[in-house]
């Protein structure tokens, strides 16, 4: 069973944190080291905060769920998970090629689209039909081929994971990996149909965002339950599925706009939620470079 301690009894990442308050706002961070679970959190901050990408790692973890179960194919085309009459009319025909690893590599041969389907300056051009829109756009490049990182993939796989499921992302996600977890607080962003918009918008504490790392750090497994196969951990290691390396430290991370981040190796995990300028680059860098310093220091 996991057990809590304060983030203050592991001093690199006290310091790290309280270093970089004074710079730019830290909501909360947490360490998981040897199933014990180590949480810092601001007084002046909510109980769950946007982990905004950091999202696309519980997206891409859902698909592996099915995967696992025999019921998803990631080299199925997108376009097989969805009726006819619920698709565009007029729609490129490349998008019969896009397969589900092609939207998890931010690979569809998408060019000019809003970054996010969820930002403000974009709901109006998108309309309430968020499906529709993203079938609608032309795909210049092909599928496979380019790389243009957007939300609206992640999107997309939302609700493949609904259509293969029967349930809505948010609600198998909470029942089959949340939920396994031990989740507390948590919410989504959904859009006009109640549909997770996947790419953003989790809302959740870092003390239970880092669980998930923690599941990849140790090949799947959480307090001694399988959650995913090491199977699919590879596999989403390998093919950079919402997962990169940092430099060669063996260490994984993804990142989320404005200052959030997870990282692992080695049986640990680490995550934060934040609130800095250019994304928290310099602020990214530091805490990864503490983290395995930290490990490399036993």
Not at 98 to 105: G, I, L, N, P
Not at 153 to 179: D, T
């Amino acid at each position: 069973m996991m057990k809590g301690k304060g983030l203050e009894e592991i001093p690199f990442l006290y310091d790290a944190v309280m270093r970089e308050c004074g710079i730019d706002p830290m909501y909360d961070a947490a360490l998981i080291r040897d199933d014990t679970i180590y949480f810092w959190r601001s007084p002046n901050c909510n109980n769950a905060n946007n982990g905004h990408s950091t999202t696309k790692l519980f997206i891409d973890s859902c698909v592996g769920l099915l995967s696992d179960r025999g019921l998803l194919d990631v080299h199925a085309p997108v376009t097989s998970f969805f009726s006819r009459d619920t698709l565009p009319a007029a729609m490129d025909p490349q998008w019969d090629r896009v397969t589900v690893h092609d939207a998890m590599r931010h690979r569809m041969g998408i060019d000019e689209v809003p970054y996010g389907v969820d930002e403000d300056r974009d709901i109006e051009k998108i309309g309430d039909d968020f499906l529709g829109y993203v079938f609608s756009l032309a795909l210049p490049y092909p599928p496979g081929a380019h790389y243009r990182y957007s939300d609206a993939a992640y999107y997309l796989l939302s609700r493949i994971i609904a259509s293969v499921s029967g349930e809505k992302c948010q609600e198998f996600m909470y029942q089959n990996l949340l939920k396994p977890l031990g989740f507390r607080q948590w919410a989504t962003a959904v859009c006009p149909a109640g549909h997770m918009i996947g790419g953003g918008g989790f809302f959740t504490r870092a003390d239970d965002m880092a669980k998930l790392p923690y599941v990849y750090a140790n090949g799947g497994v959480y307090d001694g339950q399988r959650i995913l196969s090491e199977r699919w951990i590879r596999q989403a290691m390998e093919n950079n599925y919402a997962l990169d390396e940092h430099g060669r430290t063996g260490a994984y991370y993804k990142t989320g706009s404005r200052g959030q981040g997870v990282i692992f190796k080695d049986h640990a995990a680490f995550a934060w939620h934040g609130c800095s300028p250019a994304d928290g680059g310099n602020r990214t860098t530091r805490l990864f470079d503490a983290f395995c310093a930290y490990l490399s220091e036993g």
